[in-house]
């Protein structure tokens, strides 16, 4: 890894402050609105599955399962067009803007009972990202297991077409069984680009299309992730963790899709659940 430069928000600690405890049956999920939104915990049968606040990666963009919104991984040194206008995002990693305006932002409490909440965030409207929006998080665990959906709706003005995803950090699994249909190639920079390729041997930290499930198995158990994502990030190459990322889109999305986009009052949804198997 090379040395943390002062662009490197995404990595600055991120306190999982007050929790919201969500649980059916054998499942439990602790849900923290206050660190962006994100899982902080996910609990199967007494068996962690997440890199969790206590476990020593206390960074904004390492633990827990976080949501992606308005774009998901890295957009190209933050700059993009749209309608004929350039853009420039805050760059929080490296030369690269990464995971969007939630994941290191509080988000608010709309609804809340033993087995769902709602979680919303207003996303800015400022001089980097003009567009404005409204992103909801909903979490709901049923004997069925753990679903997320997430969603972005266009205010008075469209917007490029946001790439949502969730970025969960898996305790090292004992494995996981992956079928994908292409990867996109990574440059110099190490963001995806154009045209996809057959896909690749683990290790890695790569962007692909995928349509089938994805299994996990850690201590005996199988977690079954499936998806209305056709983009999913694997990312195996740390010795503790393993990152499987259902997303809309591709890294920098906006600028390999330049033409997408999201109508005014539109909105945009993607749906993620977890089932053990």
Not at 64 to 81: D, E, I, L, T, Y
């Amino acid at each position: 890894m090379t040395e943390e430069s002062p662009n490197d928000l995404a990595r600055r600690p991120l306190a999982c402050g007050r929790t919201l405890r969500l649980a059916c049956g054998p499942l439990e999920v602790l849900v923290a609105p206050e660190a962006g939104g994100r899982l902080a915990q996910v609990i199967h049968q007494g068996q962690p599955w997440l890199i969790g606040p206590d476990d020593g990666y206390a960074a904004a963009d390492a633990w827990g399962a976080f949501p992606m919104v308005p774009w998901s991984g890295r957009v190209r040194h933050g700059q993009f067009r749209f309608d004929g206008k350039p853009h420039q995002l805050p760059i929080n990693l490296g030369d690269h803007a990464i995971h969007g305006f939630g994941f290191d932002r509080p988000w608010q409490i709309e609804d809340l009972g033993p087995q769902h909440c709602v979680l919303t965030r207003d996303m800015p409207q400022d001089a980097a990202w003009p567009f404005g929006g409204r992103a909801e998080h909903r979490i709901a665990v049923d004997e069925d297991g753990l679903h997320l959906t997430l969603s972005l709706t266009a205010g008075a003005h469209a917007m490029p077409a946001p790439v949502l995803g969730w970025h969960p950090w898996f305790r090292k699994p004992d494995g996981v069984h992956f079928t994908p249909e292409a990867v996109y190639p990574r440059d110099a920079e190490g963001i995806a680009t154009l045209p996809t390729q057959p896909p690749t041997p683990a290790p890695w930290d790569d962007c692909f299309i995928n349509h089938a499930p994805v299994q996990v198995a850690l201590h005996g158990a199988t977690l079954e992730l499936t998806a209305d994502c056709d983009h999913w990030v694997v990312y195996d190459t740390r010795p503790y963790s393993t990152c499987v990322e259902p997303q809309t889109g591709p890294p920098d999305g906006y600028n390999l899709f330049p033409e997408a986009r999201l109508p005014a009052g539109a909105t945009a949804t993607a749906h993620f659940h977890w089932r053990w198997r």
